[in-house]
């Protein structure tokens, strides 16, 4: 039986959902200080509209340079930031970010308001982020969503800002997100950052211990690939984050705090302010690979012999010595085509199988998207 064609049935198709995950580590030194000439930093690009600024991982005007994460900072309309008092700059962009950013992660209310920022996705209540930076992963490092419970991110908080600052760390992460996300969000899954000690010393208030889950510092958003950090991991316990007994955190060289950073600086001032205080970052992406696998089945009776003109010769079997001889094929390709039969994938085998009617083969064909 010279079989060509054989029909698949819905037996013989399987679909699969496959995740597969890969470390991202970013180390401060890459987002700041490693391609600086003279006082410009050559990875970092800011634009004349001032809304963010994009970080890479080589000078962006090589073409070699691979876009990590786009960084903004904003504020609600009701926080104490947003009054027009003198020296405020840019306090329209800044509410507009933090709008745009609502809008697209939190969406609206039942009265068609924005919703504001909660640190522990409480939509109806709970306590309010007013003030935020914004950490936007480029899809080339995310691929299709970032693995829950993987997310950390270590910020200096040293009092002076000089050689010592990462001395005092903190560390973000979403801790247990994996058992723990919220789903009320338009933009998918998120996690609820946590704030913990990364290094020894009296820096965090007294809630907060390594790897807790009380002390929130902002929000994951995993399929959208943006982290919400809080200003308040650079605000003293009353207001913020950090012990009592610390004075603020001088977020650049001119001693400002994250309140004057926020308020009296430009939005790449800000995002310097943070950028530059980045010890570690690291992630997990995920890529979720789909495929199909195909049973294609040879039964004994079935592709025993071939249709390449090579297979005869003078009207005889080159395969076989006499009459009588079992007739054999070697199955090197494997097609599969539409009812049509319009051919639509080749899979090749590694090397050639034997096929007589003493034996049955089953190839599985898998096509991945």
Same mark, same amino acid.
């Given at each position: 039986?010279a079989t060509t064609y054989k029909s698949l049935s819905t037996n013989d198709i399987v679909t699969t959902k496959t995740l597969l995950h890969e470390a991202i580590p970013i ?20 634009? +004349? ?149 990364? +290094? ?67 939005? @790449? ?36 012999? @071939? ?63």
């Amino acid at each position: 039986m010279a079989t060509t064609y054989k029909s698949l049935s819905t037996n013989d198709i399987v679909t699969t959902k496959t995740l597969l995950h890969e470390a991202i580590p970013i180390t401060g030194t890459i987002v700041s200080g490693t391609y600086t000439s003279g006082t410009t930093e050559q990875n970092i690009k800011n634009y +004349t509209h001032g809304m963010f600024q994009s970080v890479y991982d080589y000078p962006y005007l090589s073409s070699s340079a691979n876009h990590i994460f786009d960084i903004s900072a904003g504020f609600h309309s009701t926080s104490s930031l947003s009054g027009a008092s003198g020296g405020h700059v840019q306090i329209a962009k800044k509410i507009n970010i933090y709008n745009q950013m609502a809008q697209v992660l939190m969406g609206y209310d039942e009265n068609g308001n924005i919703r504001r920022f909660d640190e522990d996705g409480d939509l109806t209540g709970g306590t309010k982020m007013n003030e935020v930076f914004f950490i936007n992963f480029a899809r080339l490092l995310t691929k299709d969503e970032i693995k829950k419970g993987s997310f950390s991110l270590e910020l200096g908080v040293n009092e002076l800002f000089d050689a010592n600052k990462f001395n005092s760390r903190i560390k973000i992460a979403d801790t247990n997100a994996q058992n723990d996300y919220r789903v009320n969000s338009p933009a998918g899954d998120y996690g609820i950052l946590y704030a913990g000690e990364s +290094t020894s010393g009296n820096i965090l208030h007294s809630n907060a211990q390594a790897g807790d889950t009380t002390t929130k510092a902002g929000l994951i958003f995993y399929q959208a690939g943006i982290a919400v950090i809080s200003a308040s991991v650079f605000l003293q316990d009353t207001a913020g984050i950090l012990h009592t007994d610390m004075d603020h955190t001088d977020m650049n060289a001119a001693e400002k705090s994250i309140i004057d950073i926020l308020s009296g600086s430009a939005i @790449s001032a800000s995002c310097d302010a943070l950028r530059q205080r980045i010890y570690n970052l690291s992630f997990n992406n995920t890529t979720e690979l789909n495929s199909t696998v195909y049973f294609c089945r040879a039964h004994h009776n079935e592709f025993n012999y @071939s249709t390449n003109p090579t297979y005869l010769s003078s009207s005889k079997l080159v395969v076989k010595n006499n009459a009588s001889d079992t007739p054999v094929s070697y199955v090197s390709t494997v097609g599969l085509y539409s009812a049509d039969n319009e051919l639509l994938a080749v899979a090749k085998l590694s090397e050639p199988l034997r096929k007589d009617p003493t034996n049955e083969l089953t190839l599985r064909v898998r096509l991945d998207y």
